[in-house]
């Protein structure tokens, strides 16, 4: 019997560097993508990663998917661990963990149809299925994620933007894995097929108990289907917590700036917004101290020479020598 409370990845302090640069005459350079990423995912739950383009959301998801190994840190999956020495990893564990990807253009082969895209992953990893077998498992998958028979037998160029998502989904699903990494997966869309797709994500999720790991530079696409936020900041994590708390109560400045660009609802709300003001610093050299402090109006001597380390705040987590309470107003 497994426990239900167990967690399905447990990621312990996980970085990854790439060396960039070198050649003829220069000598190569580390970025440091990932810096000391430590979480849980849970079953049945939603743990969003978000933060500005390049901070290092889409190495995380390399890095879990088994893509790529940590340079640094370890991690399990389903108890299995995974350090920086892991030359290989099982089929079985490979097929648990899947991703999607934000551009269904790109993930699809356009020379093959559905039914051959849906099969693909069962043709390689489950040989004792029959022909016939496959068969009627990609046509439930097709209709799982809201496509038609029909489609079984088209192209991919023959399906809008939304529909080659649901096709990507139902690609991901069909080894059964227990956890999926979306990576940006409604970014490319319009606002009306976002919500369509992350509907049908969280129909999926709850019909089988998915732990989804879904990665978004945009708060407002996951505030209504996480259930813990993840804000990482230049390969950092610097806030994590309960959805809720990180969007009602965010204690670091850059998780408040971030909040305050999300649309609110409410017309009435007092939210300002705040406007960063510089861009995202290159990993390749990170500001010393804090890294966010160049761009936060919170900045103090402290900031500029001691890197805050992410402590628990009452039952979350944050690295800000000065977070945020709740009177705090950015001025
Ligand atoms: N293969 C690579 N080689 C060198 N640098 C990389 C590589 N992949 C990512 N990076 C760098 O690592 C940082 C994080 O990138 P990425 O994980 O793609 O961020 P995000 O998905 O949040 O936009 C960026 O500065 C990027 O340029
Ligand atoms: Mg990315």
């Not at 167990?6 to 060396?19: E, G, H, K, P, V």
């Not at 849980?40 to 290092?56: I, M, N, Q």
């Not at 439930?140 to 933007?161: D, K, T």
């Not at 999926?204 to 996951?222: E, G, K, P």
């Amino acid at each position: 019997m497994t426990d239900l409370h167990t967690a399905l990845i447990t990621a312990n302090a996980i970085s990854r560097d790439y060396t960039v640069g070198g050649g003829m005459l220069r000598t190569p350079s580390v970025v440091r993508a990932l810096s000391e990423a430590s979480f849980e995912l849970h079953a049945g739950k939603t743990l969003a990663v978000v933060g500005e383009s390049g901070c290092g959301k889409s190495t995380l998801a390399r890095v879990v998917t088994l893509i790529e190994t940590p340079t640094a840190g370890e991690f399990t999956i389903n108890g299995q661990t995974i350090t920086t020495d892991t030359t290989e990893a099982s089929a079985e564990l490979r097929a648990s963990i899947q991703i999607v990807f934000q551009d269904p253009y790109g993930s699809l082969n356009p020379r093959h149809k559905v039914s051959q895209i849906l099969q693909e992953p069962l043709v390689i990893n489950r040989p004792d299925l029959s022909s016939r077998q496959r068969d009627d498992r990609s046509r439930e998958m097709l209709s799982l994620v809201g496509l038609r028979p029909e489609h079984h037998e088209r192209y991919p160029h023959m399906f809008s933007g939304g529909q080659r998502q649901r096709i990507a989904i139902a690609r991901a699903l069909m080894l059964e894995p227990g956890i999926l990494v979306l990576d940006e997966p409604v970014s490319a869309l319009d606002l009306s097929i976002q919500s369509q797709i992350l509907n049908l994500l969280v129909e999926l999720q709850d019909r089988l108990n998915l732990a989804y790991l879904f990665i978004s530079h945009d708060l407002s696409v996951v505030k209504h289907m996480a259930d813990d936020i993840m804000v990482m900041y230049l390969g950092r994590v610097v806030e994590a917590g309960k959805t809720d708390q990180v969007f009602h109560q965010p204690r670091h400045p850059y998780t408040r700036a971030l909040v305050s660009a999300t649309p609110v609802a409410d017309p009435t709300s007092r939210q300002q917004r705040i406007h960063l003001e510089g861009e995202l610093p290159s990993p390749l050299s990170p500001p010393a101290g804090c890294a966010f402090n160049p761009r936060c109006w919170k900045t103090a001597e402290q900031c500029r020479t001691q890197r805050p380390e992410l402590d628990n705040h009452g039952g979350r987590q944050i690295a800000c020598h000065f977070p945020l309470d709740d009177k705090d107003t950015a001025d």
